[in-house]
């Protein structure tokens, strides 16, 4: 059985966070690819968590981590002008 | 307050860094009310990758920048969603934080236990959600302690290069 909780919840602490996320030096498009296959790995070796019968993989993790990502590319800010 | 004596390796790490601490911190919330965790260790772990941000690139450059009305507003959904799921068991169940969506002595209408049903294998009921307000309560508070300090050590030092 797949349980929902932590896969909507994921998802909506991901975009909530991911929306302050903002482009430094350090921090392009392009870091942010790389971030989420890291992330999406780190998910996959944490194992099924937290629940351990659904999936191989951490179901919250990857939520959160997609959640990040796509909210930094939807309400995402700009680089700091100042 | 820009922090330029960070080298550039710290900085190239900490954000992925944080990142990662972000995701573990939200895994945790969820997982508090069947795993050892919850929403105050969450919150925690989650204030602390962006702290780790804050202090690495200072309060202007941080690639995490929380806003005060950012900070205001979910601090203040975190104490008032708790109040109100608090306020909902009192109305229905006779107690304060009675859980409705459980409902261990079945005094409770079935639609509303179905409302506030979480919805995973355990029959946890409103526990998972306290734990999500408790946790973006706990990320918040922290982060806006640091953000205070950091934006009173810049001044400070403002006041220090006048004298």
Do not use: W
């Amino acid at each position: 059985m797949i349980n929902l909780g932590p896969i909507i919840f994921g998802l909506v602490f991901g975009f909530v966070i991911g929306s302050r996320l903002r482009y430094t030096e350090y921090f392009t498009n392009s870091s942010l690819i790389v971030m989420f296959i890291i992330l999406v790995l780190v998910g996959c070796l944490e194992g099924a968590f937290p629940y351990y019968t659904d999936f191989s993989f951490s179901t919250g993790f990857i939520a959160a981590a997609i959640a990040l990502v796509l909210s930094k590319l939807i309400f995402g800010r700009k680089r700091n002008t100042n | 307050m820009t922090n330029k004596k960070t080298s550039p390796i710290l900085k190239m790490f900490a954000l992925p860094a944080s990142l990662i601490f972000i995701c573990a911190g939200i895994l945790t919330i969820l997982g508090g009310h069947i795993t050892p965790g919850g929403g105050f260790q969450g919150g925690a772990m989650i204030a602390g990758g962006i702290i780790l941000c804050l202090l690495v690139f200072g309060l202007d450059d941080s690639p995490i920048n929380l806003s005060e009305n950012f900070i205001t507003a979910f601090e203040s959904i975190g104490a008032l969603g708790y109040i109100v799921l608090g306020l909902i068991g009192l109305y229905f169940g006779g107690s304060f934080l009675y859980n409705v969506g459980t409902d261990f002595y079945s005094i409770v209408p079935s639609n509303i236990v179905n409302i506030f049903h979480y919805p995973d294998v355990t029959n946890a009921g409103i526990v998972p959600y306290f734990n999500i307000l408790v946790g973006l309560k706990v990320f918040v508070g922290l982060t806006a302690i640091v953000i205070v300090f950091l934006g009173f050590k810049s001044l400070s030092e403002e006041k220090e290069e006048e004298e």
